[in-house]
């Protein structure tokens, strides 16, 4: 399999992001944020996505023009992009993200591939030290910084991370539809 110029510029982005992600401090259960809504989620035993799965999650999002989404909002790019990268979670809209939904853990330090929620908008965090994140915008999919003007006024955006051990409805389902 030969891999084209775009498809190696992306991977070695995704990969000096991971690595600099790596080289911050690892998430503490300091780093979990306890709220009544998503406490139950930061249960011990679950784990969340791996430096390699970042990478991944990271290359299929900036890669996203292959993706096919029925509609052209922020959230079903985001749910998009988790279930191409492998990464399943039962659908959710912007604001259910938000209150804290099955599948993620609401944290205070993002890293690369974390959600970044405010009500109603819903990214990927794609650069933290930078505050880059991915997501549906009105210019289309792109990249913005999530501290911002524009974003600082839509209030304090929450952070969730995935946990690849949590089970939801659907999920099942949806790691055996072939792409």
């Known amino acids: 399999m030969r891999i084209g ?3 190696a510029t ?6 000096a992001i991971c690595s600099r992600g790596s080289a911050q401090r690892a998430p503490s259960d300091q780093s979990v944020i306890n709220s009544s809504k998503v406490s139950h989620h930061a249960r011990p035993h679950k784990s969340t996505l791996t430096k390699d799965d970042r990478s991944s999650l990271l290359a299929v ?7 096919r989404y029925s509609d052209h909002d922020c959230s079903h790019l985001v749910h998009a992009i ?13 604001e259910d993200l938000y209150a804290g939904v099955e599948g993620f853990q609401r944290v205070s330090r993002p890293q690369a591939g ?28 792109a990249i ?9 006024g839509r209030g304090q955006p929450r952070f969730y991370r ?3 051990n949590d089970s939801c409805a659907g999920c099942a389902l949806a790691r055996s539809q072939p792409e």
């Open 61 to 67: 999002a900036l890669d996203s023009k292959h993706l």
């Open 144 to 152: 913005d910084d999530y501290r911002s003007r524009y974003w600082k």
């Open 162 to 164: 995935y946990l690849k």
């Open 114 to 141: 974390d959600l970044v929620v405010w009500h109603g908008h819903v990214g990927i965090v794609i650069r933290p030290s930078q505050h880059a994140f991915y997501s549906f915008l009105s210019r289309g999919p």
């Open 10 to 15: 992306v991977a070695l982005f995704c990969a």
């Open 5 to 7: 110029p775009k498809t």
């Open 82 to 94: 988790y279930q191409r990268a492998g990464f399943p979670y039962s659908y959710a809209e912007s």
